[in-house]
């Protein structure tokens, strides 16, 4: 039975999963988004936003603790570079998992998994007017910029004339 076990084990050894995620995880980092099958997306997560919570405070003990898991100079600098600036206000959530369909040879469920803060076409823009099917009226925003375009070309044949 396995009772109270939630670790997806992703059918690999230890040493071989501990070597995966870590490589992803230097991915995810340094590209800010990689496309992945859910389960390892999954596991990312797990792995990944503790590190990042980790790089939020600057000490030297904290970046020892974090080249332990990812053993890469570059994605260190990276991670507590530019990442850690972008999520130091989040209190978690630094990561999103958009699933993509099936993969088309084994038919295996992909998502791609992304640092939040850094995905562009997520990022919160100014909305557009509500408009409702049912109401056929204009308003008087819409009417306004109709009016002096159509007064423009009058005003400025009427100087001329003089």
């Known amino acids: 039975m396995r009772h109270n076990k939630k670790f997806n084990h992703l059918g690999?050894?230890?040493?071989?999963?501990?070597?995966?995620?870590a490589n992803m995880a230097v991915s995810l980092i340094m590209?800010?988004?990689?496309?992945?099958?859910?389960?390892?997306a999954k596991a990312l997560k797990k792995y990944v936003e503790p590190l990042i919570t980790r790089s939020k405070e600057d000490t030297t003990n904290s970046r020892r603790v974090v080249f332990r898991y990812l053993q890469q100079k570059e994605a260190i600098k990276e991670l507590f570079g530019v990442v850690a600036t972008k999520v130091a206000d989040r209190p978690g959530g630094y990561t999103?998992?958009?699933k993509l369909g099936t993969r088309q040879g084994d038919a295996a469920p992909m998502a791609f998994i992304a640092l939040v803060d850094f995905d562009e076409n997520m990022a919160k823009a100014p909305k557009a007017a509500k408009k409702t099917r049912r109401s056929r009226k204009t308003?008087?925003?819409e009417a306004a910029p109709e009016a002096p375009v159509a007064e423009a070309p009058a005003a400025e044949e009427a100087p001329k004339a003089e």
């Open 31 to 40: 590209r800010k988004r990689i496309t992945t099958t859910l389960a390892k």
């Open 96 to 98: 999103r998992v958009i």
């Open 139 to 141: 308003t008087k925003a």
């Open 12 to 21: 690999r050894t230890a040493s071989h999963r501990d070597a995966m995620l």
